[in-house]
């Protein structure tokens, strides 16, 4: 087969900016994520008309067996973002069986991973793309290797100023807003193509003219919480066939058919982080450290640190102090250069304010119940929501661990994501660590 190597023929900012805010002059203002409902409606019309149904329906939801012979043929025309491993690769193993007709995309980030090291787990490395296109030869699809490293070094930036901030970025739903979603549809617009294909362990459907997404069927590699800030347009023309699969069977068919990604070992990095140590890209980068103090939530100096950008809330190994009781990350503030350590109950937060809100088949009344996930491996909590100045205020039934500012919020009613948004801060932690930076803290304590 003949094999395509196209460069990307749109280069410039991303849009919209990845979170939190744009660089001036350089990343345009994220656009509003409610969409207008004539909008709403002609997306959801397409989405439906290509292949996305009602999950709640009787006998919709399909799972391929082993050697599935192709279906009728499909007239749609379909990206799918190949990393060049196993579940992209069956993603189009599945798409390519309906009949449809495919273009696989492989992104590149302009990071160099050596290949002694790509083996670990990693992704995007030159290998990746050697598996990737193989993959799409065996298949009998046209393949594309496209130049990201612009769109990766804004997400790079937006990785850097959160840790500056302190705050804790999460780039994964960042790229998956920015690049697998909306960049990849702008290409598969320039390719003729309605919709953008991915690996994603999630489930959409059409509900009530809207397209919503619920968790995949693998509850143990749901990945619908990495979608809470896509866009429910953006969402209507995505295409995820192993929503309804379990892992297992998603090796068995890329083994059935030979595929060389069968027994591939899962990407787990960022994948411009290879090494799994951001450090060390905050070194290589030349970020702006703030080095202080190390201090318990009384105020007192525990000892020192080279910058707050090396701690995340709810740390507990890595601060390098001893103490009879484990002591976590309670607290950072870069503009003093402040690591603030405490006990576990004082990394407990009752309530959190979400912003940058997206719903996903959902309009939100000012107050209601649902659960929210702060993390990826994070089980929904109960809580309270109420809409207040374009943020939502989150009240858990009980206290949560470690809600951290930076990282991703998803409110789910069930399996259904409803739509998140970027924790902003949570409620403090404990009166003593107020009490301390009335005194000592507040005093001097600093770097």
């Known amino acids: 087969m003949h094999q395509h190597a196209i460069e990307p023929t749109l280069h410039g900012a991303l849009d919209p900016a990845p979170h939190p805010a744009p660089e001036p002059a350089q990343e345009p203002a994220q656009e509003p994520t409610q969409e207008p409902a004539q909008q709403r409606a002609d997306d959801a019309g397409a989405a439906h008309g290509a292949g996305i149904v009602d999950a709640s329906a009787p006998g919709a939801a399909t799972v391929p067996a082993l050697g599935l012979a192709p279906r009728a043929a499909s007239s749609e025309r379909v990206v799918v973002a190949m990393s060049g491993g196993v579940d992209s690769s069956v993603a189009a193993l599945l798409l390519a069986r309906e009949g449809r007709s495919l273009v696989g995309l492989f992104m590149r980030n302009g990071v160099h991973v050596d290949e002694q090291e790509s083996h670990k787990k990693s992704c995007c490395s030159v290998s990746d793309a050697r598996d990737a296109r193989m993959v799409a030869a065996k298949l009998g699809i046209a393949f594309q290797a496209v130049d990201l490293a612009a769109e990766f070094g804004q997400i790079i930036r937006y990785f850097l100023r959160e840790y500056s901030a302190g705050r804790t970025p999460n780039p994964c739903v960042v790229c998956n807003r920015d690049l697998k979603f909306q960049r990849l549809l702008r290409f598969a617009d320039e390719l003729g193509c309605s919709a953008v294909a991915t690996g994603h362990y999630a489930q959409l ?243």
């Open 205 to 447: 459907a059409l509900e009530d003219g809207r397209v919503v997404v619920r968790r995949g069927v693998d509850r143990d590699k749901d990945q619908s919480y990495q979608l809470f800030s896509v866009r429910e347009r953006d969402l209507a023309r995505a295409r995820l066939p192993l929503g309804g699969l379990r892992k297992p069977h998603v090796r068995a068919l890329a083994a059935d058919v030979g595929l060389r990604t069968a027994h591939k070992a899962d990407s787990q990095e960022i994948c411009f982080v290879p090494s799994n140590d951001y450090r060390k890209l905050l070194a290589e980068r030349g970020a702006e450290l703030h080095p202080g103090s190390i201090v318990d939530t009384a105020g007192r100096v525990l000892g020192r640190h080279e910058g707050t950008e090396h701690f995340t809330i709810g740390q507990r190994r890595g601060h390098g102090i001893a103490s009879e009781h484990p002591l976590y990350v309670v607290a950072l503030e870069p503009e003093r250069g402040l690591v603030v350590l405490g006990a576990r109950e004082e990394c407990l937060s009752r309530s959190m304010l979400v912003r940058e809100l997206n719903w996903i088949g959902f309009d939100p009344p000012a107050s209601w119940r649902c659960a929210v996930q702060v993390r990826y491996r994070h089980e929904p909590a109960p809580c309270e929501v109420s809409l207040e100045n374009g943020a939502a205020k989150v009240v858990f039934d009980e206290p949560q661990m470690a809600l951290t500012p930076g990282q991703g919020a998803a409110f789910y009613d069930g399996d259904r994501l409803l739509g998140g948004g970027w924790i902003e801060s949570a409620d403090a932690f404990a009166s003593g660590f107020a009490a301390g930076l009335a005194s000592g803290i507040a005093s001097g304590v600093r770097a």
